[in-house]
Every structure is written in C-alpha cells, then in structure tokens.
C-alpha cells in the first residue's frame, strides 16, 4: 500500500486547507482509511476516520470544522480543514490499516500499519 500526502501549507488562524492523500496498491473494502496528525513534542493523535459503513470519525478538537472524505473511485483521500487554529499546526499524515477477516471491531480499533510521509500544516495567529 502506498499513500502519498499533498495539500499541507502556511495559513493565518480562520483559514482553511484541503489536504489529499492518493492510496494505490490496496482493496478498499479491506481496509480502514484516516488521517493523523502529530505536533512537535507531542504524540501522534487520530484526527478523522472512515469506516466501513461510510460513517465518519472526528477527533473531538476537530469536529465540525474538519471533513474527511474520498472519491467514489477511493483512490484518494481528502481532509477538508475549514477554521483553523494555531494548535492544528501539525504534520498530518494519512494511513491505512488492513481489517483482518475475523475483526468485527471500528476503524478505530483498529491498528494502521501504512502510512505516507507527511504533510506539514502551520497556522499562525
């Protein structure tokens, strides 16, 4: 699987960005699909998932004014980010985790194993 991020970039607080992410090598109905994100000095934390129904995930920090998405061809991935703060200053990386036959679990359960290189995102105030 490979995932490759572009979108990322410098806006002021308000502004909005629309991140991509193009999956290849993969089936879609076999895998979960989502975006993180990490700051500098903190750990890694899960910004939005898809799951298998359609249904979408929004970390808390985030809800309302970010939208996860993909094509109908689920080739890529998007994270619409609308009102943005200066803590979303972050690299944002999308990944995609493989669901075993037997897993009955949510996407968000489950454990990623691909993931792209990153896509750095500041907001300043």
């Known amino acids: 699987v490979q995932l490759v991020e572009s979108g990322g970039g410098s806006v002021q607080s308000g502004g909005s960005l629309r991140l991509s992410c193009a999956v290849s090598g993969y089936t879609s109905s076999t895998y979960c699909m989502g975006w993180f994100r990490q700051a500098l000095g903190r750990e890694r934390e899960r910004v939005a998932l898809i799951e298998r129904d359609g249904s979408t995930r929004y970390a808390e920090a985030v809800q309302g004014r970010f939208t996860i998405s993909q094509d109908s061809a689920k080739t890529t991935l998007f994270l619409q980010m609308n009102s943005l703060k200066p803590e979303d200053t972050a690299m944002y990386f999308c990944?995609?985790?493989?669901?075993?036959?037997?897993?009955?679990?949510?996407?968000?359960?489950?454990?990623?194993?691909?993931w792209g290189q990153g896509t750095q995102v500041t907001v300043s105030s």
């Open positions: 990944a995609a985790g493989r669901i075993a036959w037997w897993y009955r679990g949510t996407c968000d359960g489950l454990e990623y194993n691909y």
